[in-house]
T-cell receptor, first 113, second 115 residues
Framework: KNQVEQSPQSLIILEGKNCTLQ??????????LRWYKQDTGRGPVSLTI?????NTKSNGRYTATLDADTKQSSLHITASQLSDSASYIC????????????FGAGTRLFVKA | ETGVTQSPTHLIKTRGQQVTLRCSSQ?????VSWYQQALGQGPQFIFQ???????GRGNFPPRFSGLQFPNYSSELNVNALELDDSALYLC??????????????FGPGTRLTVL
């Protein structure tokens, strides 16, 4: 069954600290993996996208990694800011005619002053 | 801003009614996907339209239907609304070039409340 599991479900950190969010997937055949940031009540905004051959990709203070062998990805946030408070969603696409995408439930991050 | 717009932003309906949600895709994009996101959950794939044809569907009943127009804008129609249909409905547009380039750009969503 094609699934995307994220952990932790929620996380509280202090401003300025680093954190790492995890994503495990069983989606096959794999096309790409994306991390999105979603503010409450808004649409998700893409942070990174990685294909099978990419191990790491950065976007400012966000760094995503991908291990296609173990089917794991992580999103590392450096020097967190209050504005980083949001849900972070891992999305994996299958390589099918329909480009079916499977969303994780997200990790809710709270950054406190 | 992603260039994807949705209307209306909020909507309140009662059980049994019908609703139409609209989405204008980003300029140059030929594919539109619709998602339902319940509070505290990740988005659930409803269906995707590519060049006016349905191209993939999630586990949603037939009362969820859609259209894509020649300008690639799209509508999501839901008949016989149920309380559980209350959710944020997201539209995402993308440009299908090849198997690896389906990055989706999301609109701000329509918040539907069914009473």
């Amino acid at each position: 069954k094609n699934q995307v599991e994220q952990s932790p479900q929620s996380l509280i950190i202090l401003e300025g600290k680093n954190c790492t969010l995890q994503c495990n997937y069983t989606v096959s055949p794999f096309s790409n993996l994306r991390w999105y940031k979603q503010d409450t009540g808004r649409g998700p905004v893409s942070l990174t996208i990685m294909t099978f051959s990419e191990n790491t990709k950065s976007n400012g203070r966000y760094t995503a990694t991908l291990d296609a062998d173990t089917k794991q990805s992580s999103l590392h946030i450096t020097a967190s800011q209050l504005s980083d408070s949001a849900s972070y969603i891992c999305v994996v696409s299958r390589l099918t005619g329909g480009f079916k995408t499977i969303f994780g439930a997200g990790t809710r991050l709270f950054v406190k002053a | 801003e992603t260039g994807v717009t949705q209307s209306p932003t909020h909507l309140i309906k009662t059980r049994g009614q019908q609703v139409t949600l609209r989405c204008s895709s980003q300029s140059g994009h030929n594919t539109v996907s619709w998602y339902q996101q319940a509070l505290g959950q990740g988005p659930q794939f409803i269906f995707q339209y590519y060049r006016e044809e349905e191209n993939g569907r999630g586990n949603f009943p037939p009362r969820f239907s859609g259209l894509q127009f020649p300008n690639y804008s799209s509508e999501l129609n839901v008949n016989a609304l149920e309380l559980d249909d209350s959710a944020l409905y997201l539209c995402a547009s993308s440009l299908r070039l090849n198997a690896g380039s389906d990055e989706q750009f999301f609109g701000p969503g329509t918040r539907l409340t069914v009473l």
